[in-house]
Each structure stands twice: as C-alpha cells, then as structure tokens.
C-alpha cells in the first residue's frame, strides 16, 4: 500500500506520492471505504460500540499535546481511529437515537459527499466553483419559492442576479440567525451607515440610545450570541413569556416593544419560532408579522427545524404566516437529511442583503456573480450540492412522506406515554419533538393536589431523577433521549426538567418507541431512584 | 439497483430503503464512488472537462426555482450532475492551477472524509460527538503548541479543561478572524458588560467614544466584515502603508495610534498578517506585539495562509513573533491538505475565549466539555478528525518537506520571471505567493524611464492586458494564475493589476511553471493584446 511512514525521511518524491497513489484495496483504509459505501448501516452499528467509555477514558487517546515529528503508517492510524474514535462515537443514525435532530442519512449522500470533498469547490468565488456557484444560487432559489412562492418572472430576474443573493448557504442555523440580524441592524440604521461607521456613530447619530430583539423565551442559544456578536448586547434580547402550549405571547410582545418605543429603544427586529428547538412549538407568525408591520422592524423566523414541515400538505399550515417573514432560516442538515453543515438563511426581499455586502479585489469584485459578496464566511465547501441532491431525488413528495411519518409517530409516542401510568407528558407535540418524563402514578396524582411549596419540593427531586435516568441510558447506549428544562404550566409554573425526543428518523419504529421506556421503566428500579421516590413519598406525606 | 422513483408514490416503507439499502455496485453512483476511491487523479482529470463554457450556458442547467414534487432516479441525477456539475468545476487540484489557494489533497484525505460524513457527529455538543470533542480539543492543544510552544503542565491543565477552550476550530479563516476580534472587543469592554449590555451601553458606561482596529492595507477582507458584524465600523478598521515590501509600516501604526488614543478612540486590537492573502508578505511580528504592549491592546495574528510555515526549521523564522499573539488564525484546508471547511483560532491565554462564552439548557451547561459554548458556530461537523489525521500521519517532518518544497518551486519560478525578458516581477516572494505580469522588455524599459503620467497611462494598458490574458487563460482551462491589484512602488506607487500565484500543491513541477509562461506569452499574440501593445508604445513616445 501506498504507506509514507519513513518515506518522507527519504525525499520528497516519495511525500508527493500521497497526493496522488491510492489505497491498495487491500487495506484497512480502503476496507472501510468499500464498507461504508456497501453497508453503511452495517459500518455504524458494528464499528461503533455500544457502552459508552467514560469520557476521561476516552481523552486518555488524544492527551498528547505534541504533534508527532515523524510521518506514519496510514494502516496504523486507521486502526487507532477504529478503535479510538469511531468506536467511541455516538451512533447518531440509531433508531433508537431520538434525543437530538440528527437522523439516518439517505445513502446517496455519502457518495456525493465524496465528490464534494473530491473536487474541493470553494463556494466563496466563481473562480473556485465555476457550476457550484449558479447550483447553489438554484438551491436559494428553490428554498425562497418553498417559503415566499413568488412567480417565475421574480425568480429569473433575481436567482442567478450578479448584485443580489436571495439568501446565503451557510454552515448551519447559527450563522443564518446571525446574517439575518446583521442585515436587519444594518438596514435599520441606514443601508451602509454601521457597516462604516461602526453601531456607535450610527445609533449617536440616530438619536438612538439602545436597540433590542424580541423573541419568545424558548429563542435558540443563537440568537443571544448574535445579541452578543453585533454588539446589540444580550440583555436586549427581550426573552416573552409563552403560553401553555410554550407559543410566544403576542400581546405580551407587544406591550414590552410598546414600552421599549417609548423610552426610545429602537426594536431591531422580532424573531419568531418555527419550531423551538425544545419543544417544537410554533409561534403565532402571522400575529407576529402584523406586530412587526406596526412596530416597523424586521421579521425573521426561526424555522431551522420546522422548515421542511412545508413540504407537507397536510401540516405545512402550522406554519403559516412564515410567508411574511422578511428572513427566515431553514438548516438542510436537520429535516432535508443532509449531512452536517449545511443552513441557510432566505430573504423575501432580495435587496435586504446588500446592506451586507463587501468586496475584494482578487475576488467577490463587485458586479461578479461570486457568492462570498453576501455570505458571513468566506471560504466554503460545495455542501449545496447534497441539499440540491435530495430536493431533486427525494423530491415534495418523498419529503412529504417524511414529515407526515415524523407526525404520525410523535402522535403515536404521545399516545404511548399518556396511557401508560408511570410516565408523564409534559409537553404536547406540535412538531415532531415533545417532552415527558417519569413520574409515577402515584407521585402524578400526589403532585395535582400539591400546594406550590410540595410541588417544587417534589419537582426537585423528579429532575434529579429525570437527570440520572437519563444519563444511565445514555451511557447504556442502547437508547438515548436528550434532556432539558421547560416551564410546567399545571404545576405552578414551576421550571422543571424533562426527556426531550425528537422524531424525525424513518428507521425509528414503534417497537423502538416502546423500548425506550420499557429501558427507562427498568432503570427506575435502580437503587438511587427508589431512594429519590422515598423522598418524594415523605414531601407528599 | 435501489432507486426511489415511483417508491415514495407508493409508500413510506419503499422510501424508508434509501436510508439503509446501498446502490447496488453495478450502478453509476457506485461506480464514481469506487472511481475517486481508487484514482482521485484520474476521477478530475477525466469528468472535468477543460475548456470553460460560458457561465450563463452552465446556469441554464440550474434555472428552474421549482422544487420537483416525484422523487427521480439516482442514476439519473448522478448523470445529470457528472454532465452539468462535475464536467464544469474547477480542477483546483490540479498542478497547473496556481491561481488560489487550494491543491491536490493527500488521497487518505477522501476515504477519512467520508467517515466524518458517515459519523454525522455533531460537535457543539458531547452528547452527539463524544470522541470527536476529545479530538477536537486536541486538535486544538497540537496547533496551540505549535505556535506557542507551552508546557506540558500547561496542556494538561487546559486542554481538557471542562471551562475553557483554547481555542475554537470552526469553518474557514473568515470565522476564525471574526472569533479572535469578538473575544478582544469583549475583553477590552470589560469581560461580560458588552456581551450583555450591548456596544452601545458599554462604550456610553466606559466613556469610549469610538473603537479602532489597527491592521495593514493587505489585510484580509474578512477583517472588514468582522468590523462590520461587530459593531466596529469598517471605517474604524484603519488601514496603514506598506513598505516596498508590502509590510506594515509599524512607525506610521504607532502614529497613527497615537494619534487616535488622543481623540478618545479606544484600539480594540492590532492584527499582524502572517502571510497577506495577495502578497504573502508578512508583517513585523516582533514590532507589532512591541507596539500593542505600548498601546494596551490585543494582538491578533492572521495566519490563515503562513502558518503552517512553522513546520520548517529552515522557514519558520519568517514568522517570529508569532508566540507573542494573543491569538493567531490558521487554516487548515490551506497549507495543512485538509479539504475545504477547516479553519481555527487559538488563544494564548485560555481565559480568553470566557469573554464570548454562552450556555444553554438542553446542551452546552455550564462546567460541560461540550465546545460549543466557546465558538461562533453552533452545530459543527466532524472537520477536525481530518487535520488530526494529516497531523499524525503527514507530520511535522511531512509538512516541513511540503512547505519547503514550495518555498524552493516559489523562487524558482521568480528566477524564471526575471530571466524572462518579457515578463516583470512585481511582488517578490516572502512565502510561496508571488506576482507578476505580461510586459515585453521595451515596455519595461520605457517604463522606467516614464514620467508619472505617461507612467499611469501606460499602467493602465497594462492592467487591461493582464485582465484579458488573465480570463483567457482561465477559460482555455489549461492552467491558471488569479489576478489581484498592488501597489507598485518603483512607478510612483500606481496601484497596478498582476497575476497572482500560489504554489503550495506537490504535484506542480517545473515544468508546468514553464508552460504557464509559454501559454501567457502564446495569449499575447492575439489582436487585442496587440492592439494594447500598440497603444502603449504611443504613450511611450
């Protein structure tokens, strides 16, 4: 095989022969090349193990500060990555993985994958992308038509337009809420005015003496490092209360930014969810867009995980309203099935980002059809391309299906957990993701007669226990739920922890539904957990 | 073979199949994926096409904005995209396109990628990336002990640590830059007041009226943005001379300075270039961190481009005074082989990254070792396993060899210009980057004896010709030089178009230099350029 161990001590003709001679297929390497592209399936469930190392067993593998001097065999590194690195990987593509939004790829993905790495695009210029460029520009076009539905004669006077982008590709939903945010401070303050002259002269010459963000509580971590990052500072990003079903109070909004108007805090923008990451709930859009309409800021909404939910005839009007947004961003690696690193941010306006745009002059000159004139990063790989694939191959339909598949069993888990007596539903299902956790019988029915000082007594104690449960299973591996903390409407509104899943895995069955808590009944037998129940027996008296 | 065009129509359990069933090995996906496996070289070569076909010909193939509603065969599209994609990227591997940044990539690089892609890590968060967050952070500990060469109580202490990070490995250099200037805007306002309070508000309670950013007129674009994003101002990102030799001219920064400190401006930082993007000249780095100790201010290095020269024993004294950074940014699918997406900034003092920190319920809780409370990014692929292999298997001796190999083929190639009568060396190479243009001995001659005005006339022709050669060249699609704008110190500082070059790929040789210059020399013999020539010799008297 074509190893360099000792060559590179040699010359350098032999270095350069990695850069050209491939793998003999009889190595280890070349094994799992021909594995992962035959039986990908096969590859994740025997490569990676099933119990989880403690994490400071695994760290004891890539401790060493020191980059090794000498070149080494590429058998030799497989091997140690074997064992080291995909075996202590987490098996993300399981059916029984419903804690976080990563799911089982469609298999065309992994040798289109390849050909991206392959050719190596840099999606920053023409020059580096050359038919990557106006594919990707197709792919805006084709993600702006799902969300805003203009007619053809927009799309072709604005979709391969060499001033304009209609979003921007990006490495996923963080930097879409982020370029959204940018755009709207930037257009609030005058086009190109804190883009020159930096937030403090603008806002001084404004007359404006704080801007803020308004968002309901359950806004992604995001947006509060975009607060952060453009200088709009945290703590005016406006957290608003939500109601029972964790939807964004309207009114509530509306009173705080009519507060805000009035000690002469300009609002930069209002940000709606399209599916809280928490607990998939949907904010009223179209309330919020008349808000917005009245306050006269921009409208962005937060659909990373919902947007694909448009695809579905059937459910896509738990988003409407979405049309009206003046931004909105959708992640391809969530619920197009596209491997990580793929978001994107559209916006109804195609003139909004040019409040963004900048130059160069060995690339993005002005006038070029180079896509880094618009973008946030610069250099990018042709992660389009996979986003192009599935629209095309999957198509509405297959996407549809998807999505309803994902509804039906949310609906049928919600169902399985409100029958069965030990567990409790926290947080119905809007989206395909919903919130429960362990709770007895006996402590449920304890808890609904509770006064607010037992109930957070006895709250205390079931978080504890929601947390071990949820830890052993993970660290058991043969299922994982996620966790996190939501506000309990009956209970006072007391804050308390829940399992978090979400289903958007085809390969996720019932039966794998079923085992989940079958696992989670069986570790509540634990000794811990008893002790925690006898506690919470004494809190209940 | 297992395709899905009719599939979905039918039902969901059909379209379940392209999440576990491969293509069958006869089909042409397979196919390609078994054609890069075994010949990278060959799999370029041959599905792209040379000559370039005019950019609105290619985007006629992506120009309907209609998502299609029945999913369509894999075959199908993987024809589509080989005729209509493949056939029309750019080789940037290939040994004759020395225009950018890229080159051919080790071939162990290909099936690596796809395990990342096949993993689907996420790594904001150990939940979804386990071993890859320990590797990332080594990763990170290797590059920081590359530059600043710590202990090994020093890594032990941090590396791992749960609260820090040494630093943030994100998509590409934009975002590094963006990351090392957001963590000194933070820092300087005083920790977590402007994070929360905003720019405004914390400027207003420090009395700071304006904010500068102290960096070279070669500076890399995304410094702009990053002034931008920030809240700084591109306006406030001041831009100094260069010398002859296209460095920062440290006196006129410290002026400068100076200069502002006395108006009030607060400098937010300095950045040193460690290898301009255009020029590949690199700054004092000594004086530079002299001057932000003066000043007060952090030091930020952008090394996004030179870093790897570090690796040399012979070279890696071009960058002294890179230890003394606060932070440095280094790309790794530049000089470190890694295919597009690998960027990272690294911190001297890991308290540092704390001024951008930033928690969540559901994941990054405080005291977690989950990476993605202290980057720009949220939702990150599996990149770094990429670096850590070529770190491993390449290594130092490896990429010394590679670095030093360009350094000699860089110096070789500038001989080669000026020994070429009709060619003029305008930059001199400082790393392996240069530039030059198409300028026949007389016009050279003539030129030197040039007023400044018959010198700018004649400049101008110049600029056109290298403008027209340049994009011929380009699209004739046998090698290719970029172009950029540089000063020209010995005509009166005219601000002048050259080709640009890059030469970091192995496989370029001697010879595929040569014929760059016989195909430029050929391009100059058509009419348009002799018509410029024409022109010139009429300035010229």
Not at 407 to 433: C, Q, R, S
């Amino acid at each position: 095989m074509a190893d360099i161990k000792g060559q590179a001590e040699a010359n350098l003709y032999s270095l350069q022969r990695i850069f050209t001679i491939p793998e003999s297929s009889g190595a280890t390497l070349a094994q799992i090349d021909a594995e992962i592209s035959t039986n990908l399936d096969g590859f994740l469930s025997e490569r990676i193990v099933a119990s989880e190392k403690d994490l400071t067993e695994i760290e004891s593998a890539f401790s060493s500060p020191h980059i090794p001097d000498q070149p080494f065999y590429v058998s030799g590194y497989t091997d140690f990555i074997l064992n080291h690195l995909v075996a202590q990987s987490v098996h993300t593509a399981a059916p029984g993985f419903i804690g976080h939004m990563t799911s089982a790829l469609p298999y065309f993905m992994l040798p289109l994958s390849k050909i991206v790495t392959a050719l190596n695009q840099n999606l920053v210029k023409v020059e580096t992308s050359k038919a990557f460029t106006p594919l990707e520009r197709q792919v805006l076009g084709m993600l702006h038509g799902l969300i805003y539905n203009a007619d053809d004669v927009f799309y072709e006077q604005w979709m391969h337009n060499s001033n304009h982008a209609l979003g921007a590709f990006c490495s996923g939903g963080t930097v879409a809420n982020i370029t959204a945010l940018w755009a709207a401070r930037n257009h609030l303050l005058g086009e190109q005015a804190v883009a020159r002259q930096g937030l403090y002269g603008a806002m001084a010459e404004k007359g404006i003496k704080g801007m803020a963000i308004l968002v309901s509580k359950r806004g992604h971590y995001s947006l509060a490092k975009a607060a952060d990052l453009l200088g709009i500072g945290r703590d005016n990003l406006i957290a608003i209360d939500t109601d029972d079903n964790y939807r964004v109070k309207v009114d509530e909004m509306r009173i705080k930014a009519e507060e805000l108007q009035q000690q002469g805090i300009a609002i930069l923008g209002i940000v709606g969810l399209g599916g809280a990451t928490e607990t998939g709930s949907v904010d009223d859009l179209q309330a919020l867009s008349a808000l917005s309409k009245d306050i006269g800021c921009h409208f962005h909404v937060d659909a990373a995980w919902g947007g694909a939910t448009l695809f579905s005839n059937k459910h896509r009007n738990r988003l409407k309203g979405i049309e009206l947004a003046d931004s909105v961003t959708i992640d391809a690696h969530k619920q197009f099935y596209v491997p990580m690193g793929a978001g994107m941010v559209l916006f109804k306006d195609p003139e909004q980002l040019s409040s963004i745009e900048h130059h160069a002059e060995y690339i993005i000159r002005e006038g070029s059809k180079d896509l880094g004139s618009h973008t946030l990063e610069g250099s990018r790989p042709g992660m389009a391309l996979l986003v192009h694939a599935g629209l095309n191959i999957i198509g509405r339909k297959g996407y549809e299906l998807l999505i309803d598949q994902g509804m039906d069993k949310i609906h049928y888990f919600a169902g399985m957990i409100k029958w069965h007596k030990d567990f409790e539903l926290v947080v119905e299902p809007e989206l395909n993701i919903l919130g429960y956790r362990y709770a007895p019988e006996w402590v449920q029915a304890g808890l609904a007669q509770a006064s607010a000082e037992v109930a957070e007594k006895v709250n205390v104690c079931l978080d504890r226990m929601t947390q071990l449960i949820q830890k052993t299973q993970r660290s058991d591996g043969k299922t994982f739920v996620s966790r996190t903390r939501v506000d309990a409407p009956n209970y006072y509104h007391q804050v308390i922890t829940v399992f978090r899943v979400v289903l958007a895995n085809p390969l996720t069955s019932q039966k794998v539904l079923g085992s989940v808590l079958d696992e989670q009944q069986e570790l509540a037998k634990h000794k811990d957990i008893q002790d925690i129940l006898a506690e919470i027996k004494q809190h209940l008296g």
